[in-house]
């Protein structure tokens, strides 16, 4: 059977026509298939999702949590309800998370990475504790025993510091400042390869936090961020300082980076030179 994803509201236990139980056996009725907690008439069952389905919520929580995406590129078709039940529910699943995470269903959000998008998006101050805590989870934990879809925390944390952003401004700049260069010092500025950049996704969201703040710390962390040798990351930091700067400003630090990088590619050069003529005369 044709499906976007096996964690659709076609296999779903809040499907109406599966009676409470995962799986396809609900595909052969007739008639028009609800969504029980949603109270939602889905057309498309087979590309239709939510983070409520049994593959990323296996506690079964009735309580809508999220948007409902459609297609094959899951985008947003309704986006989730905000009431107090939902609201208390996102905040207690985000005080729940922990530094090890469990396997899950790979395609498609995470649970835990829709409820810290979620209470970005209600800007639910009641957040902030639980995401200081999550932005110094280790990135590269991972679920206890096999880890078949290499679950980690890397995207979790890049979220949260982002979100914590959103909901704090400057107040997350000592945060942002300690993650935004995470991983750069293992980098070969020569060789770079984008691949092997694990740790890019937090720095791009550590950037993309900067947009929520104003002061001149902001300013002076996205000047850095143009230096990243990850090209989605240049982009982005400036981007974000076009706006707060101006273009002709940007391109102005563009330029004294440009300069540098040549400065140090000489400086380079002359030790390599210096290091083969010491080479020969004590070989």
Known sequence: MPNGGSDCCG???FNSKNEGEPGYHGSTKEGIVTCQIRNLEIEDPFYTYCINHPHHNSNRIKT???PVYSGDDRQILIESPDNREVRDSLIELLQKIEEIPINEYPIGRGLDEEVIIQVGKLEEKRAVPSLKRITNFDPFSQPKGENPFKRNRIITVGLAIET???LIKDEAIPDIKRLIN?????LDSRNYDPKKDELAPIRYHATRALKYCSNNEAIDLLKGAMCDLHQEIKAFSRSILEKKIGIE???RIEQEIKLDEVKNSNHYQENEN????FWKKNK
Not at 182 to 186: A, D, E, H, S, Y
Not at 274 to 277: D, L
């Open 11 to 13: 296999t779903c236990w």
């Open 64 to 66: 809508p949590l999220g």
């Open 164 to 166: 914590l952003a959103k």
């Open 182 to 186: 995470i991983g750069v010092q293992n």
């Open 249 to 251: 400003e940007v391109l």
């Open 274 to 277: 210096k290091w083969w003529e």
